[in-house]
């Protein structure tokens, strides 16, 4: 059964031992983090690691309100908040509609109208008020009013963490939600962290576009004062951009804001075939946004096209903190909240963290889409400490001369994959999994200089390494074996393995012999 708002959600977690109220005074400065931190890197007596999603309930200076963190952050929880017991029951529902086939007859057409009819659930609905709704301030309304917390030492200051952030494409008229931190510079104005390849972005450099009356078809808005755009500061064209944040809503809708949909599917449709129910929408006050109705918390607010301001440093996931850089400031128009809003929030830091699970079910749910475009694609691990884009290991069915090397091309053509610094591809029988097996095959098969590529291109804004913000060299290792064809004629040795028979002879030994040795 899918949740309609975080209350639900809070409700089952706590009928799944999965949360703990925290009545302890804790300040949103540092302290949340800090606690928070802790309990992330903590086990369970299983020793399952991620510790129970936090309900704060007595914050420093916000009497009376309520924080809610690492709801996400187990394995366990992220399952339970998709409503799965294994991320392959939703990879099956994602084949089922991929393998749809045109109807021949009649009786095909029957027997897809089960799909059909589930398929219809997945639109967003428009309903004409909801909870969002019970306190709407157009005026006297202030961020200062939520526990936003500051979570490292170093940070530029409190930050949104959690926030669903939507906008809507000036062309198609499309609705996307992407998770975007929030620097809260005062009581009505953010600064706005979509990365410059993020949709968001995108549908502000439309509005850009538009505006210069396509004077340029290159338009990089958060140009540094370095350069890089083609419209100089002061040839930016005016113009408003509309947003609205939703924070707190069900957990699926907030899971859907960070998964890299094509810039064509909007994320409630994501989140409304996730939940296997729609997503109820309503209108916003002052913008011509939609919101999930059940939001603990909406702010509604605009863009201008022509502002930047300098956002950060910020600890990042990356387990450093991203430096200052000019972004597009978030100013808001009105504040709507559910009575006695509950304030969502995660910390993002050394890993692994609440995000590293948001991260696993990505991977997880986005193989079969990846296996659109790579059909080779057996399995593939971005391991935690790799922090999504540092690191991929994909493992493929060779059939062709060179394929690594193709399957590399294309994971850095796929979207947000075009981040990944480092892609490892090993042969099919090399379990992605096992970072043992990887290392002991990948570095056994290895002549680097041969099996080494480079290329350049877009990086992740977060990456600090790179020669230059966002752009920078990734590479690949063809750790797969060479082929003849691949110019690699030597003998190939056998992988070690013991013959049955003497396994089964031993095997015939091993309780007498293990309780002799001493080992299990
Ligand atoms: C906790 C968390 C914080 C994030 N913060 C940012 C951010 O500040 N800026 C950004 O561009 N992406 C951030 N992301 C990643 C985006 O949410 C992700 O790339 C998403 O796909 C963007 O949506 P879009 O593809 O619709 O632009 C964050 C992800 C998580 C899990
Ligand atoms: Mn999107």
Known sequence: ????????????????????????????????????????????????????????????????????????GSDARMKL?????????????IRMFMDMKSPQGFLDKLKMLPLLTEAGKFFPRTVPTGPCKEVIKRDNFSLNDFPVLQCWPKDGGRFITL???????????????????????????????WQRQKVA?????????????????????????????????????????????????DPVVTFASIVPAPPEIEEYLVAGFLRGAPVDLVKCETVDLDVPATSEIVLEGYVNLDELRSEGPFGDHTGFYSLEDLYPVFHLTCIT??????????????????????????????????????????????????????????????SYPGQARKVMNAVWSLGQAMFTKCIVVVDEDVDVQNLGDVALKVFNHIDPERDIQFTLGPVDSLDHASRLPDFGSKMGIDATRKWASEGFTRPWPDEIAMDAKTKALVDAKWNALAKELGIG
């Not at 908040?81 to 529902?93: L, S």
């Not at 593939?380 to 994909?394: A, S, T, Y």
Request: net charge positive.
């Open 163 to 193: 926030p669903c952030v939507t906008t809507r494409d000036p062309k198609s008229g499309k609705r996307n939600l992407g998770m975007y931190r929030m620097q809260v510079y005062d009581e009505r104005t953010t600064g706005m962290h």
């Open 337 to 398: 909240h559910r009575k006695d809003p509950i304030y969502a929030a995660t910390i993002v830091g050394k890993p692994p963290q609440e995000d590293a699970y948001m991260g696993k079910a990505v991977e997880r749910i986005f193989l079969p889409l990846m296996r659109l475009n790579i059909p080779e694609l057996v399995d593939i691990n971005m391991p935690i400490e790799g922090v999504f884009h540092n690191l991929m290991i994909v493992s493929i069915r060779k």
């Open 201 to 249: 972005a995108e549908h502000a450099r439309e509005r850009v576009r538009a505006a210069a009356g396509g004077k340029s078809a290159a338009v990089d808005i958060m140009a540094r004062s370095s350069g890089g755009s083609v419209l100089a500061e002061g040839d930016r064209p005016a113009g408003k951009m509309e947003v609205a944040v939703a924070i707190g809503t």
């Open 81 to 93: 908040a998709v409503g799965v017991g294994a991320y392959a029951e939703i990879a099956a529902r």
């Open 1 to 72: 059964m899918p949740y309609d708002d975080l209350r639900q959600w809070i409700a089952a977690l706590e009928r799944a031992g999965e949360l703990k109220r925290i009545q302890t005074e804790a300040d949103p400065i540092l302290e949340v983090a800090e606690i928070t931190d802790r309990v992330s890197k903590s086990r369970d007596a299983k020793g399952n690691p991620g510790g129970p999603a936090l309900l704060f309930q007595n914050l420093k200076g916000h009497a009376g309100s309520q924080l809610l963190i690492n709801q996400f």
